[in-house]
Nanobody, 123 residues
Framework: QVQLVESGGGSVQAGGSLRLSCAASGYTYSHRCMGWFRQAPGKDREGVASIDTGGGSTVYADSVKGRFTISQDNAKNTLYLQMNSLKPEDTAMYFC????????????????WGRGTQVTVSS
């Protein structure tokens, strides 16, 4: 049973930084990709960043390029999202996700999800 637990959310002023963490437990070494998603009230969930757990390649949404960095610590089974230069429009619930199947990774269809951590950015 895979479990993903996010932490690190909070309230910050515009221009500030936060680092989100996602601790993975259970059968984690089959994960081929992991990612961060976010959902603001009244909006659809959107992908923020993803990482190929084998090769380390990353993909970012245009809205966060140059500001957010996704990384992984395999020894700790932990995924991170460093968020800098935060904007009020970054306010959302942030979710960590993982997937084992390469074709589902390419389709951005993740099978494992955490419960989320709230990020609030004030102007």
């Amino acid at each position: 049973q895979v479990q993903l637990v996010e932490s690190g959310g909070g309230s910050v002023q515009a221009g500030g930084s936060l680092r989100l963490s996602c601790a993975a437990s259970g059968y984690t070494y089959s994960h081929r990709c992991m990612g961060w998603f976010r959902q603001a009230p009244g909006k659809d969930r959107e992908g923020v960043a993803s990482i190929d757990t084998g090769g380390g390649s990353t993909v970012y949404a245009d809205s966060v390029k140059g500001r957010f960095t996704i990384s992984q610590d395999n020894a700790k089974n932990t995924l991170y999202l460093q968020m800098n230069s935060l904007k009020p429009e970054d306010t959302a619930m942030y979710f960590c996700a993982a997937e084992d199947r390469p074709d589902y990774c390419r389709a951005v269809q993740y099978g494992y999800w955490g419960r989320g951590t709230q990020v609030t950015v004030s102007s």
